[in-house]
């Protein structure tokens, strides 16, 4: 069983950043992929920010050029670093990891609390 704890939510204002992290129990988390995942009121959950085992990434195409996914493997945390926030960024933020590490797209198996960011306008 791997437990994921997310930090680092907030309210910011437009333009401003935010650095989420998702601190992972046990011993495999180097060979997990990991992903980044965003619900808004209304929607449909969807993945922002994803990372291979290998450090391979992919990014929505509405977070390119603005979001970065990285992780620490001695620290077993990965990170989305959010620079220029829109009103739109608004959401429940979701860490998740996908046990094939060499894949980025869902299922994923397990799951954080999420934790939230409000970027005003």
């Known amino acids: 069983q791997v437990q994921l704890v997310e930090s680092g939510g907030g309210l910011v204002q437009a333009g401003g950043s935010l650095r989420l992290s998702c601190a992972a129990s046990?011993?495999?988390?180097?060979?997990?992929?990991m992903g980044w995942f965003r619900q808004a009121p209304g929607k449909q959950r969807e993945l922002v920010a994803a990372?291979?085992?290998?450090?391979?990434?992919n990014y929505a195409d509405s977070v390119k050029g603005r979001f970065t996914i990285s992780r620490t493997n001695a620290k077993n945390t990965v990170y989305l670093q959010m620079n220029s926030l829109k009103p739109e960024d608004t959401a429940v933020y979701y860490c998740?990891?996908?046990?094939?590490?060499?894949?980025?797209?869902?299922?994923?198996?397990?799951w954080g609390q999420g934790t939230q960011v409000t970027v005003s306008s």
């Open positions: 990372i291979t085992s290998g450090g391979s990434t």
């Open positions: 046990g011993r495999t988390f180097s060979s997990y992929a």
């Open positions: 998740a990891a996908n046990t094939r590490g060499v894949a980025t797209t869902p299922p994923y198996d397990y």
